[in-house]
């Protein structure tokens, strides 16, 4: 079956400007978590998604950052006045009811210039 | 704030050889999830230890969560060329915290 996608696959943006990064979990996917994840680093928890609501969002590491999951299936993950400092891999991955195991995408490039 | 830290940061070994990787967290844990990454690709879920001292094996991995709850292995037998990557651990409180990783190579 499908696994989870992101898009786009790679993003090049210049410093100031909005992102927007997609996520599509696998159906029936209840969880939703946000990473990030820089050259030689594990990924940095972002958020945590159950269903509709932000469950945990302590990770975002500033306003600047938002997400939001309307319908408790597709994310979409904002960073606004994006710095330099942003540009990591962005993964997203999601987890079927009952579970733990988490199912990543293959996450989203941004470089931010 | 919470850290999971893991040994070695690298690894080399002979095709043949085992291989062994360390995770240790600060805070006590719920569970503890292993994942392989390779190069370019993004994580795979392996495997989830929740109970204390707990032993699991997939064919030649076997995974360790200490009786503290605290820290956790991932021991290889006999490495090949396919376990080539980069292996992190991710201790669960309320929320996953990923290890530093520890990146694995096999020579031929």
């Known amino acids: 079956g499908a696994g989870v996608s992101q898009t786009p696959s790679n993003k090049v943006t210049e410093k100031g400007k909005y992102v927007e990064l997609r996520c599509d979990p696998i159906?029936?996917?209840?969880?939703l978590y946000w990473y990030r994840q820089s050259l030689g680093q594990g990924p940095e928890f972002l958020i945590y998604?159950?269903?509709?609501?932000?469950?945990?969002d302590s990770g975002l590491p500033n306003d600047r950052f938002f997400a939001v999951r309307p319908e408790g299936s597709v994310s979409t993950l904002k960073i606004q006045r994006t710095e330099r400092g942003d540009s990591a891999v962005y993964l997203c991955?999601?987890?079927?009811?009952?579970?733990?195991?988490?199912?990543f995408g293959p996450g989203t490039r941004l470089t931010v210039t | 704030g919470q850290q999971v830290m893991q040994i070695p940061q690298y690894q080399h070994v002979q095709e043949g050889e085992d291989f062994t990787t360390y995770c240790n967290s600060s805070?006590?844990?719920?569970?503890i999830q292993w994942y392989k990454q390779r190069p370019g690709g993004h994580p795979v879920f392996l495997i989830q230890?929740?109970?204390?001292?707990e032993v699991k094996k997939q064919k030649r991995l076997t995974f360790q969560f200490g009786e503290a709850k605290k820290n956790s292995s991932l021991h290889i037998t006999a490495t090949q060329t396919t376990d080539v990557g980069t292996y992190f651990c991710?201790?669960?409180?309320?929320?996953?915290?990923f290890g530093t990783g520890t990146r694995l190579k096999v020579l031929a």
């Open positions: 991955a999601s987890s079927p009811p009952g579970s733990y195991e988490q199912y």
């Open positions: 159906s029936g996917h209840t969880a």
């Open positions: 998604f159950q269903g509709t609501g932000a469950a945990d």
């Open positions: 805070t006590t844990l719920s569970n």
């Open positions: 230890l929740v109970k204390s001292g």
């Open positions: 991710a201790g669960q409180t309320y929320k996953y915290i």
